[in-house]
């Protein structure tokens, strides 16, 4: 396994622009998460994917947020009109249909301007 | 709800020494509990997990953590500490495997570990 990877890995940006993130989880894991890290804090839940199918969203995930894992392999998070409360880590993690834990890759970190 | 707990934000230890990380969860079943450690600008790596048996759990770089429900603890531990454990330890519970009724881990707010030689 090359493990959970992320890109990029680190994103600056104005406010008020779209940003799209992507994961690519261990290959044959059904399950990718998506959390958010903020500074001084651990990683909180935005969503969760079981093959293509987006089970759970927490109510963080504002209407500006979206996921999608198309073909239930590679994920991507897009954010729309970016606000400076956005800026944080954006971790994502996998997990096999039998595995009882969950992959993370390295992160993105994003900076709203 | 489910929360985790973890009363440190900061520990230091000198090398060598023993060391001790609390977590305190809540929650009204038995939990899955999981020690992730974090590095500067890295993802999380996990060390440990509880889900039944045991209550004292091995885990990787001569980590271990103890189970008590009765004290809805979870705390971590490591008999001698090296300056390569220095970094950011979160303690996560889940309602199973994959996690919560949202197949998420509820993280701590972390505590960061520093060695001082």
């Known amino acids: 396994d090359t493990g959970v990877s992320q890109d990029p890995r680190h994103k600056i940006t104005k406010r008020g622009q779209n940003v799209t993130f992507r994961c690519d989880p261990i290959?044959?894991?059904?399950?990718l998460y998506w959390y958010r890290q903020t500074l001084g804090q651990g990683p909180e839940f935005l969503t969760y994917?079981?093959?293509?199918?987006?089970?759970?969203k927490s109510r963080l995930l504002s209407d500006r947020f979206s996921a999608e894992r198309p073909k239930g392999s590679f994920s991507t998070l897009e954010i729309q009109r970016t606000e400076q409360g956005d800026s944080a880590m954006y971790l994502c993690?996998?997990?096999?249909?039998?595995?009882?834990?969950?992959?993370f890759g390295p992160g993105t970190r994003l900076t709203v301007l | 709800a489910q929360s985790v707990t973890q009363p440190d934000i900061h520990i230091t230890v000198s090398e060598g020494a023993s060391l001790e990380l609390r977590c305190n969860y809540s929650?009204?079943?038995?939990?899955?509990l999981f020690w992730y450690v974090q590095s500067p600008g890295q993802g999380l790596q996990l060390l440990l997990k509880?889900?039944?048996?045991?209550?004292l759990v091995q885990g990787i770089k001569g980590f271990e953590a103890e189970f008590k429900r009765s004290q809805s603890s979870f705390n971590l531990r490591k008999p001698s500490v090296h300056w390569s454990d220095a970094a950011e330890y979160f303690c996560?519970?889940?309602?199973?495997?994959?996690?919560?009724?949202?197949?998420?881990?509820?993280f701590g707010k972390g505590t960061k570990l520093s060695v001082k030689p």
């Open positions: 290959s044959e894991h059904n399950r």
């Open positions: 929650y009204g079943a038995t939990p899955y």
């Open positions: 993690a996998s997990s096999s249909r039998r595995g009882v834990e969950q992959f």
């Open positions: 994917f079981q093959n293509e199918a987006q089970l759970e």
């Open positions: 509880y889900f039944s048996g045991d209550t």
């Open positions: 996560a519970v889940g309602a199973g495997p994959h996690g919560g009724s949202q197949g998420n881990l509820i």
